[in-house]
């Protein structure tokens, strides 16, 4: 017999000579079936089963401990001889990289002959790959668990949602109960800047558990990522349990004292119809209404339909056509003559955009509001002014008696960095004196910001160029807004002058007042969307010294204004 052969007596009494080949056999399938087998419970059973005779073996076990945390024995083998006295254990604990500690337990028959050399360096063996087993099944759950799991909070991600609601389809869930909520937490920017990055995160960590205590069981959250979370929740009674979302307040302890923050999100909801299983959609159509309910700004809660996802891809497709658009010449600017009512003469004209887009012209409502949402109108008006200077450079040196011309700029234009300089440099490099040049702002631009605006006017008016306030009157304008900026134009918005052409008389002593407070102001006065001789006689008879409209001219591509400034001035009764 070979030195290294050793002779055991199995279970049944049954005399076997094991050779070592045989030893490192067993070894290579019990290391074999742990290889290539990732469920922990069946893979270690049957690899088990291949050493059990050898090392007279009838139950296996681990204990996972960490720090204090006595653990929880898990059974990796079993038969079934029952554990007794007699029972003898062979035990060995094993540290792994994180810290825990695993203690591996095998349990041999009282009865069983002592475990020779070759015996103990198997079982050595045995316990070092095991271990090496396990930690790679735990870091596997680990890395399974981060791949749908948000690790800071501990709740489902992005990627768990979906595969939780795949799981529901496996399972056959009617998911035409439930409803799909995507929810953004509001101005959680500031609540971040106002307390700080870690009260950030127990704002964060309290909304969590609002909405882990307000759905039950089958219905579902994840934190998206950043403010964003999405639900898995019951169609009925929806309306309310939104609702009660949007009255959380979270007392946060900041430098001593408490602070109340307001919770309210801005929520889109698609109400999973009857058929639709396809998750992806499912996950899609509610956030597509949750950006529609950002975009819009005024709903906190907005429903998903056709129409809506319509409406959505309408925008998406300008957005996608403006910048060639732009570069392709599709943008044309038309000018609308404004006129001095004492004499008819042509004074100036505003430069308003059209968009010929596959052969079919665009009016500026159809665009403009899309693209102050996302910001592309700041291309467009910089590119109107800019085509105004061109063209302005090419009449004046062709000696077309040009006239100042006004351009109209977005609130959101005005962000712009350094917006005074850039429009200098634009004039500076077409050569065209500011006096030119005029701009047009409404009344939504003056509100937000004052202070900055008023800035933003004042180095305007610095560097030449006139301002004008436009469509006063069509919104809540203030009469503040006029004495406390420096304005040198007043636009009269065209709903003072009724439809029929005609102005009521309420309309007539508004207006009365108006300008004569703006003159008093020492503002100059335009009144927009003047349409008859009626209202040009009123308009005189108080004074009011412009006015721009339908009755003297539509907007008109350049060609034909080119002719109305030879022209010099209109011809009406
Ligand atoms: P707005 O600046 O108040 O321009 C006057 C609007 O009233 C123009 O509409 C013009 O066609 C219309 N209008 C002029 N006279 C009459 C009239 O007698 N009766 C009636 N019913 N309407 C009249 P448009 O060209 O469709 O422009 C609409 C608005 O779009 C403009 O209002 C302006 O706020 C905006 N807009 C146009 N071009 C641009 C641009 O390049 N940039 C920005 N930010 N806004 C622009
Ligand atoms: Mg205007
Ligand atoms: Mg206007």
């Given at each position: ?265 801005r929520m889109g909801v698609y109400c999973i119809e009857a058929g639709q299983d396809e998750i992806s959609e499912i996950m899609e159509n509610a956030n597509l209404a949750c950006r529609l309910a950002r975009q819009c700004g005024k709903q906190n809660i907005l429903y998903y339909n056709d129409e809506r996802r319509r409406q959505y891809e309408h925008t998406k497709m300008l957005e996608a056509a403006l910048e060639p658009a732009l570069h392709n010449g599709e943008f044309l600017i038309y000018f609308q003559p404004k006129v001095c009512l004492d004499d008819f003469r042509i004074i100036g004209a505003e430069a308003l955009s059209r968009w010929m887009h596959e052969g079919r012209m665009m009016k500026p409502d159809s665009y403009i509001t899309i693209f102050e949402q996302d910001g592309l ?197």
């Amino acid at each position: 017999m070979n030195e290294q052969d050793s002779q055991i007596m199995s279970g049944n009494d049954r005399s076997t000579r094991i050779t070592a080949d045989d030893t490192a056999d067993m070894l290579m399938d019990f290391t074999d079936i742990l290889f290539y087998n990732f469920r922990t419970h069946e893979a270690a059973q049957k690899a088990f089963e291949r050493i059990a005779d050898y090392l007279d073996i009838f139950r296996a076990a681990v204990c996972v401990s960490s720090g204090r945390n006595a653990g929880t024995l898990q059974t990796l083998y079993t038969t079934e001889t029952a554990v007794d006295d007699t029972t003898r254990i062979e035990e060995k604990s094993l540290r792994s990289i994180d810290g825990t500690t695993y203690t591996y337990r095998i349990y041999r028959r009282g009865g069983a002959a002592p475990l020779d050399m070759m015996q103990r360096r198997a079982m050595e063996f045995i316990f070092k790959l095991l271990h090496t087993y396990l930690n790679r099944q735990s870091s596997l759950e680990m890395a399974q668990y981060a791949k749908e799991h948000d690790m800071l909070f501990g709740c489902l991600n992005s990627n768990g949602m979906s595969e939780k609601l795949a799981a529901y389809r496996r399972d056959g869930v009617d998911f035409s109960k439930y409803a799909v909520v995507f929810m953004n937490v509001c101005k959680f920017k500031a609540i971040n800047a106002r307390i700080g990055f870690e009260n950030g995160n127990r704002v964060m960590q309290f909304i969590i558990n609002s909405l882990r205590s307000l759905l039950t069981e089958q219905e579902l959250f994840a934190h998206i990522g950043g403010d964003n979370f999405s639900m898995l929740i019951r169609q009925d009674g929806l309306e309310e349990r939104l609702h009660s979302l949007n009255s959380l307040i979270c007392d946060i302890l900041h430098e001593g004292r408490n602070v109340p923050i307001e919770i309210a999100f801005r929520m889109g909801v698609y109400c999973i119809e009857a058929g639709q299983d396809e998750i992806s959609e499912i996950m899609e159509n509610a956030n597509l209404a949750c950006r529609l309910a950002r975009q819009c700004g005024k709903q906190n809660i907005l429903y998903y339909n056709d129409e809506r996802r319509r409406q959505y891809e309408h925008t998406k497709m300008l957005e996608a056509a403006l910048e060639p658009a732009l570069h392709n010449g599709e943008f044309l600017i038309y000018f609308q003559p404004k006129v001095c009512l004492d004499d008819f003469r042509i004074i100036g004209a505003e430069a308003l955009s059209r968009w010929m887009h596959e052969g079919r012209m665009m009016k500026p409502d159809s665009y403009i509001t899309i693209f102050e949402q996302d910001g592309l109108i700041t291309d467009i008006d910089f590119y109107v002014f800019e085509q105004v200077c061109k063209m302005l450079r090419v009449w004046m040196d062709a000696a077309i008696p040009v006239v100042p011309i006004s351009v109209n700029f977005s609130k959101i234009t005005l962000e712009t960095a350094h917006f005074p300089e850039k429009l200098l440099k634009i004039a500076a490099q077409y050569q065209v004196p500011v006096e030119y040049l005029e701009i047009e702002f409404t009344e939504t631009c003056c509100m937000e910001d004052e202070e900055k605006f008023n800035e933003i006017l004042t180095d305007l008016k610095k560097a030449g160029f006139s301002a004008s306030l436009d469509d006063f009157g069509k919104g809540y304008s203030s009469i503040n807004m006029l004495r406390n900026m420096n304005f040198d134009v007043l636009k009269l918005d065209k709903s003072f002058h009724n439809e029929g052409g005609k102005d009521t008389e309420g309309a007539k002593i508004i207006l009365r007042s108006i300008v004569g407070m703006a003159k008093d102001l020492g503002i100059q006065v335009i009144s927009e969307g003047v349409e008859t001789a009626e209202q040009v006689q009123f308009l005189r008879q108080l004074k009011c010294e412009k006015a721009q409209g339908y009755y003297f001219d539509k907007p008109l591509p350049a060609d034909q204004f080119i002719e109305r400034l030879h022209e010099g001035v209109y011809h009406r009764d």
